[in-house]
C-alpha cells in the first residue's frame, strides 16, 4: 500500500496477549532435575511487546545459536502444554516462530516484560548472560526500572564486556566508568540505538553518557562532522542550539530521532534549513521528495521558511500532512504545529479577509460535506471565512470529518461556539464521542450540562491527551453520576496518569477488586497529593498479599504516597528498590531515612544514586546530609565531572547468587506464615523418572472429555469475590509444575533460595505458574 504525501516511516510498537497453548513438541531430557508438583492458587496472565524497525516489523523468531538450559526447556516444554486458559491468545505466526526451540518460548517478550531483578540475581551467571541476549534477540521492551536495576546485576556478574549481545536499552543504564578506553566507540554506537527517554529521571546518567561520547571522538568539538554525527546519533538530541548550527548539514538524520526539540533548537533548525547547506537547497529549491524526507522535522518550519516554498509543492505537502493526520499516523501535536505555521504563512501572502462595501462575509461560497472531505480545506477557509460559510445543519451532520482535519485553536473554538448555539442545553451523548479534540475548550459547568451514560463516551473523551485535570474529572462525575462505574478496564482504556486527576472521592469509589484488576497503573506525574490518596487505596486492594516480594511487586507503582513506616518495613525486607521507584518517592518522608536506611532500601542499586543526584527528589535528600554522609554513598566529589572510560582491569567476576528475601516479620501485609491453625505444608521429592511422568498422567487425565472438565479449566480464570484467589473447586486437584534448575552439580552451599544445590525457579523471574483448579491446600513435590 502506497503512502499519502507527507507520511515517513516511524517505529511502532504494538501490544497482544500471549498464550502458550498450541506449541508441539517433545519435553527434552536432561540430569540434575528436580521436579516439583506443588499446589497454589495464582493464575498469571503473560503480556507480549514487541518492538519493530522503522522500515518493517520483525517477525519474532527463536534464538539462533542459543544455549539451550535443559531445566529451563523443560519448564517451558511444560508451560507451552500446560497453561491455564486465561493465559491463551498467541497469534499463529507467534507459535510458528517460537515452535522450534523451547529456549525461544523462555526468551519472549511475554515473560520478560514481567521480568523482575532480585529473582533473577540468584540466576548463575551463563543462565543470567543467556537470558539477557534473550532479550536483545527478542527485542523485549522492558521499562526503566527494570532496566536500572538489570544494569546494575549486568555489572556486578562482569557481563557487561559482552554488550554488543545486549539489548541497546539496557547499556543506557550500564555503569559507564567500567567501559573499557578500548571499546568506547563500541559501546557508543550501540548505547544510542537505545530509548533514551528511559533515563528521563537518572539526568546525570544522561549527561554521563553525552560526555563520554564526546570523550571517545577525542573531546567537544567547534563542529561535528558527519562521522561525529553517525557515532552521537540520538545524543545529539541534547545538545545546545549552537552545536547544532555548527554542525555537518547531515546533523537533520540526527535530529529527526528526537521525541521533541526546544525552543532554541526549533530556530537552529530553521537557520540551518535556511543556509541551503542541506540536502534540501535553499528553500525556493525545495520539493515534495525533499520535503517528505524531513519527517517530523517538517512541522518545525516556521512560516518565513514556508513563504520561500513554491506554491504548488508546500500546497501537495500539507494535502499529503493532512491525510497523514486523518490516517492516524500524526499525532494531533505535531499536526496542529505544522498547519498553523503554514497557515500562518499563507495568511501572509494572501489574505481571506473580506473587503469593505463587499457586502456577503462569505467568500469563498458555502461549505459542505464533499468541502470537509478535501483535504486542502483549511487552506481555502480560515477560521473567520469557517465561521461565516459552515451553516449549522452542514455542521451536524458532518461533525466527524470536520473534525478529523488538524484544526487550529481559533478554529477550534469557532465550532465550539456554534455547537453551543445548535444545542443550547449540552452536546449530546451521540455527538460527544466525536469532539474529544474540543474538550480542553470546555468548563466544568458546561461538561455539567453532558448526559455520560456510556463507558466508551468516557473512554472517547479522556482517552486522547487533550482532557485537562477539570475535564477528566468532570466527565468522570457525570458518568458516575448516572449510576457508572470506574472499573480495572476503564482505568486501563483511559491510563494510570488520569488517576492524577480525579478527585480523592472519585478514588476512593474504585472498588479494591478493581483497583487489582487495573494492574501496575504509571501514577509518577501525579502531585503528592494524589499519590497520597491513590497509596492508601492501593493498601487496601494489595494489602492481604502472601509474600514480600508479592506485596512489593504490587505496591512498587504506588509507593510514592508511601509514609516513613512503610519504607522501613521495606528496608527491613531487603526488597533492592530500584532508582526510578525510589525517584517518585515522597521527598518529606526522605527526609525521614538515615544513610543506612537508604543503602540498605536500595540495596545492589545504591551506586544509582550517582546517575540521578541531580533529581530533584534525590538532590533534596542529599542537601540535608553531611559530607561525611556523601562520602559513605561515594557523591563528595563533584557532580560535574563526567566518568571516563575504565583502563584495563584484571579480575574475576563476581558469580553468587543474590541474597534472596529474608522472612518477613509477623504482622505485616505480606506476612508468609501459615495462617492461624494452618498446617504446614509437607514437601516430598520424587525423581524425575517418577515426577515427570506422574505429572504427565494428571495433565493428559484432566485434558481428557469428562463430565467436569469446562468447569475444571473454567475456573482457571475466576477469581474470589476480593479477587486474592481464584474460586475454589471442591474434590479438584490444582496442579503446579515446578522444575528446579541442577544443572551445575558443584555449588556453594546455601547458594539458592532453598538450600544447596538449588538455583531459583524460572518461573520466579516473571511469577507465572502453571495451574489447574482446585481447593486442596496440601503439596506433592
Given at each position: 500500500?502506497?503512502?499519502?504525501?507527507?507520511?515517513?516511516?516511524?517505529?511502532?510498537?504494538?501490544?497482544?496477549?500471549?498464550?502458550?497453548?498450541?506449541?508441539?513438541?517433545?519435553?527434552?531430557?536432561?540430569?540434575?532435575?528436580?521436579?516439583?508438583?506443588?499446589?497454589?492458587?495464582?493464575?498469571?496472565?503473560?503480556?507480549?511487546?514487541?518492538?519493530?524497525?522503522?522500515?518493517?516489523?520483525?517477525?519474532?523468531?527463536?534464538?539462533?545459536?542459543?544455549?539451550?538450559?535443559?531445566?529451563?526447556?523443560?519448564?517451558?516444554?511444560?508451560?507451552?502444554?500446560?497453561?491455564?486458559?486465561?493465559?491463551?491468545?498467541?497469534?499463529?505466526?507467534?507459535?510458528?516462530?517460537?515452535?522450534?526451540?523451547?529456549?525461544?518460548?523462555?526468551?519472549?517478550?511475554?515473560?520478560?516484560?514481567?521480568?523482575?531483578?532480585?529473582?533473577?540475581?540468584?540466576?548463575?551467571?551463563?543462565?543470567?548472560?543467556?537470558?539477557?541476549?534473550?532479550?536483545?534477540?527478542?527485542?523485549?521492551?522492558?521499562?526503566?526500572?527494570?532496566?536500572?536495576?538489570?544494569?546494575?546485576?549486568?555489572?556486578?556478574?562482569?557481563?557487561?564486556?559482552?554488550?554488543?549481545?545486549?539489548?541497546?536499552?539496557l547499556?543506557?543504564?550500564?555503569?559507564?566508568?567500567?567501559?573499557?578506553?578500548?571499546?568506547?566507540?563500541?559501546?557508543?554506537?550501540?548505547?544510542?540505538?537505545?530509548?533514551?527517554?528511559?533515563?528521563?529521571?537518572?539526568?546525570?546518567?544522561?549527561a554521563?553518557?553525552?560526555?563520554?561520547?564526546?570523550?571517545?571522538?577525542?573531546?567537544?568539538?567547534?563542529?561535528?562532522?558527519?562521522?561525529?554525527?553517525?557515532?552521537?546519533?540520538?545524543?545529539?538530541?541534547?545538545?545546545?542550539?549552537?552545536?547544532?548550527?555548527?554542525?555537518?548539514?547531515?546533523?537533520?538524520?540526527?535530529?529527526?530521532?528526537?521525541?521533541?526539540?526546544?525552543t532554541?533548537?526549533?530556530?537552529?533548525?530553521?537557520?540551518?534549513?535556511?543556509?541551503?547547506?542541506?540536502?534540501?537547497?535553499?528553500?525556493?529549491?525545495?520539493?515534495?521528495?525533499?520535503?517528505q524526507?524531513?519527517?517530523?522535522?517538517?512541522?518545525?518550519?516556521?512560516?518565513?521558511?514556508?513563504?520561500?516554498?513554491?506554491?504548488?509543492?508546500?500546497?501537495?505537502?500539507?494535502?499529503?500532512?493532512?491525510?497523514?493526520?486523518?490516517?492516524?499516523?500524526?499525532?494531533?501535536?505535531?499536526?496542529?504545529?505544522?498547519?498553523?505555521?503554514?497557515?500562518?504563512?499563507?495568511a501572509?501572502?494572501?489574505?481571506?479577509?473580506?473587503?469593505?462595501?463587499?457586502?456577503?462575509?462569505?467568500?469563498?461560497?458555502?461549505?459542505?460535506?464533499?468541502?470537509?472531505?478535501?483535504?486542502?480545506?483549511?487552506?481555502?477557509?480560515?477560521?473567520?471565512?469557517?465561521?461565516?460559510?459552515?451553516?449549522?445543519?452542514?455542521?451536524?451532520?458532518?461533525?466527524?470529518?470536520?473534525?478529523?482535519?488538524?484544526?487550529?485553536?481559533?478554529?477550534?473554538?469557532?465550532?465550539?461556539?456554534?455547537l453551543?448555539?445548535?444545542?443550547?442545553?449540552?452536546?449530546?451523548?451521540?455527538?460527544?464521542?466525536?469532539?474529544?479534540?474540543?474538550?480542553?475548550?470546555?468548563?466544568?459547568s458546561?461538561?455539567?450540562?453532558?448526559?455520560?451514560?456510556?463507558?466508551?463516551?468516557?473512554?472517547?473523551?479522556?482517552?486522547?491527551?487533550?482532557?485537562l485535570?477539570?475535564?477528566?474529572?468532570?466527565?468522570?462525575?457525570?458518568?458516575?453520576?448516572?449510576?457508572?462505574?470506574?472499573?480495572?478496564?476503564?482505568?486501563?482504556?483511559?491510563?494510570?496518569?488520569?488517576?492524577?486527576?480525579?478527585?480523592?472521592?472519585?478514588?476512593?469509589?474504585?472498588?479494591?477488586?478493581?483497583?487489582?484488576?487495573?494492574?501496575?497503573?504509571?501514577?509518577?506525574?501525579c502531585?503528592?497529593?494524589?499519590?497520597?490518596?491513590?497509596?492508601?487505596?492501593?493498601?487496601?486492594?494489595?494489602?492481604?498479599?502472601?509474600?514480600?516480594?508479592?506485596?512489593?511487586?504490587?505496591?512498587?507503582?504506588?509507593?510514592?504516597?508511601?509514609?516513613?513506616?512503610?519504607?522501613?518495613?521495606?528496608?527491613?525486607?531487603?526488597?533492592?528498590m530500584?532508582?526510578?521507584?525510589?525517584?517518585?518517592?515522597?521527598?518529606?518522608?526522605?527526609?525521614?531515612?538515615?544513610?543506612g536506611?537508604?543503602?540498605?532500601?536500595?540495596?545492589?542499586?545504591?551506586?544509582?544514586l550517582?546517575?540521578?543526584?541531580?533529581?530533584?527528589?534525590?538532590?533534596?535528600?542529599?542537601?540535608?546530609?553531611?559530607?561525611?554522609?556523601?562520602?559513605?554513598?561515594?557523591?563528595?566529589?563533584?557532580?560535574?565531572?563526567?566518568?571516563?572510560?575504565?583502563?584495563?582491569?584484571?579480575?574475576?567476576?563476581?558469580?553468587?547468587?543474590?541474597?534472596?528475601?529474608?522472612?518477613?516479620t509477623?504482622?505485616?501485609?505480606?506476612?508468609?506464615?501459615?495462617?492461624?491453625?494452618?498446617?504446614?505444608?509437607?514437601r516430598?521429592?520424587?525423581?524425575?523418572?517418577?515426577?515427570l511422568?506422574?505429572?504427565?498422567?494428571?495433565?493428559?487425565?484432566?485434558?481428557?472429555?469428562?463430565?467436569?472438565?469446562?468447569?475444571?479449566?473454567?475456573?482457571?480464570?475466576?477469581?474470589?469475590?476480593?479477587?486474592?484467589?481464584?474460586?475454589?473447586?471442591?474434590?479438584?486437584l490444582?496442579?503446579?509444575?515446578?522444575?528446579?534448575?541442577?544443572?551445575?552439580?558443584?555449588?556453594?552451599?546455601?547458594?539458592?533460595?532453598?538450600?544447596?544445590?538449588?538455583?531459583?525457579?524460572?518461573?520466579?523471574?516473571?511469577?507465572w505458574s502453571?495451574?489447574?483448579?482446585s481447593?486442596?491446600?496440601?503439596?506433592?513435590?
Open positions: 500500500m502506497s503512502e499519502a504525501p507527507g507520511t515517513w516511516p516511524t517505529p511502532p510498537a504494538f501490544d497482544s496477549h500471549l498464550g502458550a497453548q498450541g506449541h508441539r513438541g517433545s519435553p527434552p531430557t536432561a540430569d540434575g532435575l528436580h521436579t516439583q508438583l506443588v499446589l497454589d492458587p495464582r493464575p498469571v496472565t503473560p503480556h507480549l511487546r514487541a518492538r519493530t524497525s522503522s522500515a518493517h516489523r520483525t517477525a519474532m523468531g527463536p534464538r539462533a545459536g542459543a544455549q539451550v538450559s535443559p531445566g529451563l526447556a523443560v519448564l517451558v516444554w511444560l508451560t507451552a502444554h500446560c497453561c491455564c486458559p486465561q493465559a491463551q491468545g498467541l497469534s499463529e505466526g507467534g507459535l510458528d516462530a517460537s515452535r522450534a526451540n523451547p529456549w525461544a518460548i523462555a526468551n519472549t517478550s511475554s515473560l520478560l516484560h514481567n521480568f523482575w531483578c532480585q529473582p533473577a540475581s540468584q540466576l548463575p551467571r551463563d543462565q543470567l548472560s543467556d537470558l539477557i541476549r534473550g532479550m536483545a534477540t527478542q527485542q523485549a521492551l522492558l521499562r526503566a526500572w527494570q532496566l536500572s536495576c538489570l544494569a546494575n546485576l549486568v555489572t556486578l556478574r562482569g557481563l557487561q564486556d559482552d554488550f554488543e549481545l545486549h539489548p541497546p536499552d547499556l543506557l543504564f550500564y555503569d559507564l566508568t567500567q567501559v573499557r578506553e578500548a571499546r568506547c566507540r563500541a559501546f557508543i554506537h550501540r548505547a544510542v540505538q537505545g530509548d533514551t527517554e528511559l533515563l528521563a529521571n537518572l539526568p546525570d546518567q544522561r554521563a553518557l553525552r560526555h563520554m561520547a564526546l570523550a571517545c571522538l577525542g573531546g567537544p568539538r567547534l563542529r561535528l562532522s558527519a562521522s561525529d554525527l553517525l557515532l552521537l546519533g540520538v545524543l545529539v538530541c541534547d545538545m545546545d542550539a549552537s552545536s547544532i548550527e555548527a554542525a555537518d548539514p547531515r546533523v537533520l538524520e540526527n535530529l529527526q530521532r528526537c521525541r521533541g526539540l526546544t532554541t533548537q526549533q530556530a537552529a533548525l530553521n537557520t540551518l534549513l535556511a543556509s541551503g547547506t542541506t540536502v534540501l537547497g535553499p528553500p525556493g529549491s525545495w520539493d515534495l521528495e525533499g520535503l524526507a524531513l519527517g517530523p522535522l517538517a512541522t518545525y518550519i516556521s512560516p518565513s521558511l514556508w513563504m520561500q516554498v513554491q506554491e504548488a509543492v508546500g500546497l501537495d505537502f500539507f494535502r499529503g500532512m493532512v491525510a497523514t493526520y486523518r490516517a492516524g499516523q500524526l499525532s494531533q501535536r505535531d499536526a496542529r504545529r505544522f498547519v498553523t505555521g503554514f497557515l500562518e504563512a499563507k501572509e501572502s494572501v489574505s481571506s479577509r473580506p473587503k469593505r462595501g463587499t457586502g456577503r462575509p462569505c467568500l469563498r461560497g458555502d461549505i459542505t460535506a464533499a468541502t470537509l472531505h478535501d483535504n486542502l480545506f483549511l487552506v481555502r477557509y480560515d477560521c473567520l471565512q469557517l465561521d461565516s460559510c459552515l451553516g449549522s445543519r452542514v455542521l451536524t451532520a458532518n461533525l466527524d470529518p470536520l473534525l478529523q482535519h488538524p484544526l487550529p485553536a481559533e478554529c477550534q473554538r469557532v465550532v465550539k461556539a456554534k453551543a448555539r445548535v444545542y443550547p442545553h449540552g452536546v449530546p451523548e451521540e455527538q460527544l464521542r466525536l469532539i474529544t479534540s474540543l474538550v480542553y475548550l470546555y468548563s466544568r458546561e461538561i455539567g450540562q453532558w448526559n455520560i451514560t456510556s463507558r466508551d463516551t468516557v473512554v472517547a473523551l479522556l482517552a486522547s491527551d487533550v482532557a485535570e477539570n475535564q477528566t474529572e468532570a466527565v468522570l462525575q457525570k458518568y458516575l453520576d448516572h449510576n457508572g462505574t470506574i472499573t480495572g478496564a476503564l482505568l486501563v482504556a483511559i491510563g494510570g496518569w488520569r488517576l492524577c486527576w480525579m478527585s480523592p472521592r472519585q478514588i476512593q469509589a474504585i472498588r479494591p477488586s478493581e483497583f487489582r484488576q487495573a494492574g501496575a497503573l504509571d501514577i509518577s506525574s502531585p503528592q497529593s494524589r499519590k497520597d490518596v491513590l497509596y492508601t487505596k492501593a493498601r487496601e486492594a494489595f494489602g492481604g498479599a502472601r509474600s514480600t516480594a508479592a506485596y512489593y511487586r504490587l505496591m512498587r507503582p504506588y509507593l510514592g504516597g508511601a509514609p516513613v513506616e512503610e519504607l522501613r518495613h521495606l528496608v527491613q525486607a531487603n526488597v533492592s530500584d532508582i526510578d521507584t525510589f525517584t517518585t518517592l515522597n521527598p518529606r518522608v526522605l527526609q525521614n531515612l538515615s544513610v536506611n537508604v543503602t540498605t532500601l536500595l540495596g545492589q542499586n545504591v551506586g544509582d550517582r546517575k540521578a543526584r541531580s533529581h530533584p527528589t534525590i538532590s533534596s535528600w542529599l542537601r540535608s546530609l553531611n559530607t561525611s554522609a556523601l562520602g559513605e554513598l561515594g557523591l563528595d566529589t563533584d557532580p560535574a565531572s563526567p566518568p571516563g572510560p575504565a583502563r584495563p582491569t584484571t579480575g574475576t567476576p563476581s558469580t553468587t547468587p543474590g541474597v534472596p528475601y529474608p522472612a518477613p509477623s504482622g505485616q501485609p505480606w506476612n508468609d506464615a501459615p495462617a492461624s491453625g494452618s498446617p504446614p505444608a509437607h516430598v521429592y520424587l525423581p524425575l523418572a517418577v515426577a511422568p506422574l505429572g504427565l498422567l494428571w495433565l493428559l487425565h484432566l485434558g481428557s472429555p469428562g463430565p467436569s472438565q469446562d468447569s475444571l479449566w473454567g475456573s482457571c480464570a475466576k477469581a474470589s469475590e476480593d479477587g486474592t484467589a481464584p474460586a475454589p473447586h471442591a474434590g479438584k490444582r496442579l503446579r509444575l515446578r522444575v528446579e534448575l541442577d544443572t551445575h552439580p558443584v555449588r556453594a552451599a546455601g547458594s539458592g533460595p532453598r538450600g544447596p544445590g538449588h538455583g531459583p525457579h524460572p518461573r520466579d523471574l516473571w511469577g502453571l495451574l489447574t483448579p481447593s486442596q491446600d496440601t503439596e506433592l513435590e
